[in-house]
Structures are given as C-alpha cells and as structure tokens.
C-alpha cells in the first residue's frame, strides 16, 4: 500500500514521456488554415500519401500523389528536394511516419490530415479548362488553399449532381464555405470588388 504514490509517480512520468516522443515521433505539425500561406511563400511541396483512387476522389490543388506504400522509392529524391515539404494523409498518423523515414530537414505534416482540412474554397475544374486555370491562379495568388475535383476524371453521375445543384453546366464551378459562387467571371468580380477577402474570413 505505501508503495502507491512512488508507483503513480512512476506512471505519470512514463504518461509525459510517451506523450514528448509520440510528438517528436509524428514531427513538426501545420495547420489547414496555414498550408496555403507556407505553400505560397516558400513553394512548399504537398505530397499526398493516400492511394491514387482517394486522391483522384478529391485534392488540395497543387499536391503530389506519392502512395505511402510506394514512398521508398521517393525517399532520395525527396530527402534530397530544396523546397519544405508538407505530408498528407487522411488523419495524419500516416504522414508522420512518411516525415519521419525520409528525414528532410524542413518538413511538416498536415496536422489532422485531409480529414481535418475542410476546405473553405473547392474548385470544379476539367482537364482542359482556361479559365480553370485562371481561377485557380487567382486563389494561389492571395494564398488561398482550396481544393480541386476535376471532373474529367469522376465519374458521370458527380458532374450531373453538380449541375442539379447548380443549374450550370461550365466549369469552373466554385464554392466559397459551401456556397456556390459561379464561375471565374464571378470570382473575379468578387476580387475587384473587394469582396472575396470578406467571403474568406472567418
């Protein structure tokens, strides 16, 4: 019985222990709300690590599809990349392993992963779409993260949804905070205006 305090004592040191090596484990985190800003200001690298049928289900634009169970044969070449890096997975566990085994010196997992990353802008695009693209550009421009479904590589049944709940048939169709907004023309003119910064706060 008297043994009790020096055996909690015992566990509570070993509890703080293992919560500071499970952080040094998982490695340095960033936010969802910071990723477009560092992607912008240092050409940060998104490497998403789920497998390709996930990733072509839904992306933060700009990322790079390297499955995790393919990671070995990137670790060089990624260890080697004078840009950060930034790990993805679906709830970050994942990608804090991947930081770890390629021990770049600038690198950061997606903290909560892409299920914690609830994008305020997701952008409708196709393949072969300008004003796509211009779209797009405008956001990384004001380092806005947002994510890209393309359309060209979903299924019929996703564009014939989006058009039922849109009522438009061109692309890019985009949301701001689940609120469609239109297309390039209409983001453009909320920029112009000033009001695209108003629609982002939070």
Avoid at 80 to 94: K, R, W, Y
Avoid at 122 to 132: D, G, I, K
Wanted: charged share 25%.
């Amino acid at each position: 019985m008297g043994n009790h305090p020096i055996l909690f004592g015992i566990l509570g040191v070993l509890i703080v222990l293992f919560f500071v090596l499970e952080g040094r484990r998982s490695g340095r985190k960033i936010s969802p709300q910071s990723l477009g800003i560092l992607t912008k200001a240092q050409n940060a690298q998104l490497i998403d690590l789920r497998d390709s049928k996930d990733f072509k289900q839904g992306h933060i634009s700009g990322s790079r599809n390297i499955p995790y169970s393919q990671l070995e044969k990137h670790i060089d070449e990624l260890k080697n990349s004078s840009q950060p890096l930034i790990f993805i997975c679906n709830m970050g566990q994942v990608a804090g392993t991947a930081l770890q085994k390629v021990s770049h010196h600038d690198s950061y997992r997606l903290d909560g992963g892409i299920m914690n990353w609830k994008a305020e802008v997701v952008v409708y695009s196709t393949t072969v779409c300008p004003y796509c693209t211009r779209a797009k550009q405008l956001l990384e421009r004001k380092g806005v993260a947002f994510k890209e479904v393309n359309l060209s590589k979903e299924d019929p049944e996703v564009r014939i949804a989006l058009m039922q709940r849109t009522n438009h048939r061109t692309v890019p169709q985009i949301f701001i905070k689940d609120q469609f907004i239109g297309g390039f023309d209409e983001l453009y003119a909320l920029e112009r205006q000033g009001q695209l910064d108003e629609l982002l706060k939070d």
